[in-house]
C-alpha cells in the first residue's frame, strides 16, 4: 500500500509562485510513476502532470505546460510541483497520485490519492 501527503498549498497572487510536495510512504511497484491532479469548485477533477519513476519521462496539461514542472526525488520518496505564473483559474484542490504510468491522465487510472492541498490563486 501507498500513502500520499500533500503540502505547500496556500494563497498567492497571480503572476506568482508556489511548490507543492508529495511525500510518500509505503511502497508499490505498480505505482512508481506520480501525477498531480487538480479540481475547481463545480469541476471534475483533472489531470495537471505526471512523471516516470526515474523522472525522464513527464506529461502535462496543456494549459499549465511552461509554467508548471514536475519532478521528483525518490531518495526522499518525494514529488513536487513548482508552479510559476499561477492564474486565478489555476486555483483548486490538488491533489498527488501515484499509478502505473506516468502517461495516464484519467483519475481512475491512478490508484492512491492523497488528501488534497488547496491553492488559490488572487487576481
Known amino acids: 500500500q501507498v500513502q500520499l501527503v500533500e503540502s505547500g498549498g496556500g494563497l498567492v497572487q497571480a503572476g506568482g509562485s508556489l511548490r507543492l510536495s508529495c511525500a510518500a510512504s509505503g511502497r508499490s511497484l505498480r505505482s512508481a510513476a506520480m501525477g498531480w491532479f487538480r479540481q475547481a469548485p463545480g469541476k471534475e477533477r483533472e489531470f495537471v502532470a505526471a512523471i516516470s519513476w526515474g523522472g525522464g519521462g513527464t506529461n502535462y496539461l496543456d494549459s499549465v505546460k511552461g509554467r508548471f514542472t514536475i519532478s521528483r526525488d525518490n531518495a526522499k520518496n518525494t514529488v513536487y510541483l513548482q508552479m510559476n505564473m499561477l492564474k486565478p483559474e489555476d486555483t483548486a484542490v490538488y491533489y498527488c497520485?501515484?499509478?502505473?504510468?506516468?502517461?495516464?491522465?484519467?483519475?481512475?487510472?491512478?490508484?492512491?490519492w492523497g488528501q488534497g492541498t488547496q491553492v488559490t490563486v488572487s487576481s
Open positions: 497520485a501515484a499509478g502505473s504510468n506516468y502517461y495516464y491522465r484519467r483519475v481512475f487510472e491512478y490508484e492512491y
